[in-house]
């Protein structure tokens, strides 16, 4: 465990995110970093300015020494980059973390992840999509990842407690809860599943501290799917960083302003997701999906839809909406009127929607 004391030093140490990944490229531990000195630093390609930051924080060795006192005193385990438990995906991001401190079941980040984001005040219809489809994920073999925030957040993980993984990637020290409205989620976390944090323990929760929490949900998975967003929220920020790492992006339609953020992507390209089938599709082969065995024959219905027809489908619901409504919603996702009747008329043969009097639509 003393070892881990080097793994936390080069995490804290203040230089930039490219002058630890030079120094990761000239070394297989954190331990040889700390034991060169300045000749070898230099020959490593690094500036004075580097070399005298590495050198003063050396006499400071007693910080992390502190930090691993209270990660044994706290239960709390320490995952270095070296380490085999460190996540591989985790590792092709630029600004990875030198340190993740977990509480809970490690094992976990050695599974194939999916992030589930949204917004924290979100809709009924909003909370209910997490659900499902982490639940459906979770099916499929997939772990979900997501923030432990109120709202889209709690539910992605709620929905896959009771039948497969979740890990929480916090903003705070892994033993601090955050928000305390969702005190008891946490300790639901903390008994059977997996908590994660860059920031050592008793760390409080900063502002910054969650768009930089942000790029380690989307690092650590093959995707990001965004369930309900304002514009310029934090889950649409966390999508951009699963695009800038080169991953998938899905986004759910929605009819609300709280979906003004997911329509907007999908406008762009994100694929657009209603069922759990959808995001399986757009995965890698050899990650190690179940084949799931999908027994409602409305499941199966759902997974042959057209992508217009989808749209359009998220957008009706058990609640009879007009054709003009339709129409107005539909417009940030760039659906003609000629697709709109379209996809309709195949809903209605298909046996999803029933057309009422009155040019209006409702889900069956």
């Known amino acids: 465990m003393m070892s881990k004391i080097y793994d936390i030093w080069f995490h804290e140490l203040k230089i ?56 044994e005193k706290e239960a709390i385990e320490i995952i270095g980059y070296y380490d085999e438990y460190y996540p591989i995906l985790l590792k092709e991001i630029p600004d990875s973390p030198m340190v993740i401190y977990v509480k809970g079941r490690k094992e976990y980040l050695k599974d194939p992840m999916i992030a589930l984001v949204g917004a924290r005040k979100c ?26 925030a109120m709202g889209v957040d709690a ?17 705070t020290g892994v033993n601090v809860c955050y928000p305390e409205c969702n005190r008891r989620l946490y300790n639901e976390l903390l008994e059977t599943e997996c908590l994660i944090s860059e920031y050592p323990p008793h760390t409080m929760p900063r502002a910054y501290h969650f768009p930089r929490r942000n790029r380690i949900i989307s690092g650590l998975c093959y995707g990001t799917v965004v369930i309900e967003a304002a514009v ?33 992507l999908i406008a762009s390209g994100a694929k657009c997701t209603i069922s759990a089938q959808d995001i399986i599709d757009e995965l890698p082969n050899g990650i190690g999906i179940k084949n799931k065995i999908i027994k409602k024959n409305s499941d199966k219905m759902h997974n042959q839809l057209a992508q217009a027809e989808r749209i359009v489908y998220a957008y009706v619901s058990q609640e009879p909406i007009l054709l003009e ?7 940030s996702t760039q659906l003609s009127y000629e697709r709109l009747n379209t996809s309709l008329l195949q809903l209605e043969v298909k046996g999803l929607i029933k057309r009422l009097p009155g040019e209006r639509y409702v889900r069956i």
Request: hydrophobic share 40%; net charge neutral.
């Open 232 to 264: 310029r929220s934090g889950s649409l920020i966390t999508a951009q960083l699963a695009l800038d790492y080169g991953r998938e992006v899905y986004a759910v339609p929605g009819e609300s302003k709280m979906s003004y953020g997911t329509n907007e």
């Open 155 to 171: 539910a992605s993980h709620q929905g896959a407690i009771k039948v497969g993984k979740t890990i929480a990637v916090l903003g």
């Open 16 to 71: 930039s995110i490219y002058v630890k990944k030079l120094l990761l490229e000239k070394v297989t531990s954190f331990k040889m970093i700390y034991e060169a000195d300045a000749p070898i630093y230099y020959s490593w390609g690094l500036t004075k300015q580097a070399i005298d930051l590495i050198e003063a924080s050396k006499r400071q060795l007693d910080q992390a020494k502190c930090i691993l006192l209270e990660c």
């Open 325 to 331: 409504e339709l129409k107005e919603l539909l417009e």
């Open 123 to 148: 809709t009924e219809y909003g909370y209910r999509m997490a659900r499902y489809l982490s639940k459906e994920l979770s099916e499929y073999g997939m772990t979900i990842v997501s923030g432990m």
